[in-house]
């Protein structure tokens, strides 16, 4: 994602987020399941729209807490299809839904969604999609894929000569552990 380093860069929106997230490995259920449902809704729009509406998303979706949002209601489900700070696409929204269940449920079977991360790792992209696909709603290869590139489960978040990388790189990742 050579070209992300080369446009990122002191952007106002994408400059943090390439500096101090993209790339980096996270553990916290919250993060994971934010950088999910930001990918998930990304489809077909702009990651800077994400960046822009990522407080709406934090707001309309209770800071992404995974046990409020799996128990979201009909009532909870129009008031998300009503907010004009978030992406207000049906699929999208009950997707969020299912998968905040899913996750509740990767607690009891792997200890949460990390320790589910790293027990499938490593693992080729399309192993991954395969796996992601079963397990969750609307996460085809490019959201998988970034989902897992902006974690640190698959390579590629940044160019070997970016500031970056090399910030990346000292946290160990998942990917430089093993080939995946």
């Avoid at 998930?40 to 309309?60: C, H, P, V, Y």
């Avoid at 009950?94 to 996750?103: K, L, P």
């Avoid at 192993?127 to 902006?150: C, N, P, Q, Y």
Wanted: hydrophobic share 40%; with cysteine; proline share 5%.
């Amino acid at each position: 994602m050579s070209g992300y380093c080369d446009f990122a860069r002191g952007h106002l929106l994408h400059g943090p987020y390439h500096d101090t997230e993209y790339g980096f490995p996270q553990r916290d259920e919250r993060v994971l399941f934010e950088r999910l449902l930001l990918e998930i809704n990304q489809a077909g729009l702009s990651w800077e729209t994400m960046l822009r509406k990522r407080d709406g998303f934090r707001r309309a979706y209770d800071g992404f807490d995974v046990d409020t949002v799996a128990a979201y209601g009909e009532a909870d489900r129009a008031r998300l299809l009503a907010d004009p700070g978030i992406i207000r696409n049906r699929l999208k929204v009950d997707a969020a839904i299912h998968n905040a269940g899913v996750i509740r449920g990767l607690r009891a079977s792997h200890g949460g969604f990390a320790a589910w991360l790293d027990a499938h790792h490593p693992r080729a992209k399309a192993d991954w999609v395969k796996l992601f696909r079963k397990t969750f709603r609307f996460t085809g290869g490019e959201i998988t894929g970034e989902f897992l590139m902006s974690l640190g489960y698959l390579p590629g978040s940044h160019r070997p000569d970016c500031p970056a990388y090399a910030r990346v790189a000292s946290l160990r990742p998942p990917w430089m552990g093993a080939a995946g």
